[in-house]
């Protein structure tokens, strides 16, 4: 899916004149649901927001060009990121029982030297999937191509790929492609760590300056209460932007990938964020982590 602008007034420096905040999150339900209150003006105190619709693998490549001021990518784009961007403390997706699948159209494919797909080389889910894989498969997995992640099911299916890495609705979906579970990227990081599944999180740019930093979150968790509270107010807004999805479907998503770490990672949530970015780090996935790099 290709990005979707909800205003075009837009300085040359990549801010709105007045205050206003670009932002760019996904049209998934999670993301609307947390953000409706705040984006439209239902949080006070709450800068405006200028916001736009973006897939993942769009908003990851946005946050290593250094583009707008808020952002959800996947945590596992944070050690390319976090000299230019903080992460929030809320705000963004981890839990538990809510990982990145793969689907194959037989059950138990041998994954090794096959074609698979996933939603972003830079996403969370693959670097999950990579995790479990160096465990898993042995020989190694063949091509890897990137798609939307709503192409995923469609591929597989239909035998362009031998198997595809989904995520979000896809957990609640997939049979009706016909396809089988062949393995849950959750329940592999679960069992290996104990510790909850960072999926994806919400950063800001550091030049914005701490106090503002700290008053983005609590807007966040502010909009994100006010949408528990009161989940009527945000129903059309995530029907508007769900894909067609089915209402019920929609529900199951927000149950999923909205819960207590979405108010406050808290310290089992950023061991979470430590662990998999220091675990991937010692194997070669992704640059070390300063220190202090996911201090806000």
């Known amino acids: 899916m290709g990005e979707e602008r909800m205003t075009t007034d837009q300085a040359a420096d990549g801010q709105v004149p ?5 932002i760019a999150y996904s049209p998934c339900p999670n993301d609307t ?40 990518v996947s ?10 961007y903080a992460l929030l403390p809320c705000g963004g997706a981890l839990g538990r029982g ?13 994954l090794s030297g096959r074609t698979v797909a996933v939603p972003s080389e830079r996403s ?3 670097l ?17 191509v990137v798609m939307p992640f709503h192409e995923i099911m469609p591929a597989v299916r239909d035998g362009r790929v031998d198997a595809g890495l989904v995520i979000h609705e896809a957990r609640f979906t997939y049979q009706q492609y ?13 069992a290996t760590t104990g510790l909850p599944i960072p999926l994806g999180a919400i950063i800001a740019k550091r030049s914005l300056g701490k106090e503002r930093l700290h008053a983005l979150a609590d807007a966040a968790r502010a909009s994100v209460r006010r949408a528990w509270d ?44 430590r662990g998999l970015l220091t675990r991937a780090a010692a194997e070669g996935l992704v640059p070390p982590l300063a220190p202090d790099a996911l201090a806000f």
């Not at 809510?98 to 041998?110: A, Q």
């Not at 016909?178 to 679960?190: F, N, R, V």
């Not at 149950?255 to 310290?267: I, P, Q, R, W």
């Open 230 to 273: 009161e989940p009527e107010l945000s129903r059309g807004y995530v029907l508007e932007h769900s894909q067609e999805m089915d209402p019920h479907v929609a529900d199951q998503h927000i149950a999923l990938y909205v819960n207590e770490f979405t108010a406050d990672l808290g310290e089992s949530g950023y061991a979470a964020v």
């Open 18 to 22: 007045g205050g206003t905040l670009r």
């Open 33 to 72: 649901f947390v953000f409706h209150a705040w984006a439209h003006g239902l949080v006070e105190g709450a800068p405006p927001l200028d916001v736009t619709f973006a897939d993942i693998d769009i908003t990851n490549g946005m946050a290593e060009r250094g583009e707008l001021d808020v952002l959800k």
């Open 128 to 144: 999950l999937f990579r995790l479990w894989a160096a465990d898993q498969v042995p020989g190694g997995v063949g091509e890897v």
């Open 124 to 126: 969370t889910a693959y």
């Open 178 to 190: 016909g396809l089988h579970k062949l393995a849950d990227m959750g329940e592999h990081w679960e």
């Open 98 to 110: 809510c990982g990145p699948l793969v689907l194959t159209r037989e059950p138990g494919t041998d």
């Open 75 to 84: 945590y596992a784009v944070l050690p390319w990121v976090l000299q230019e």
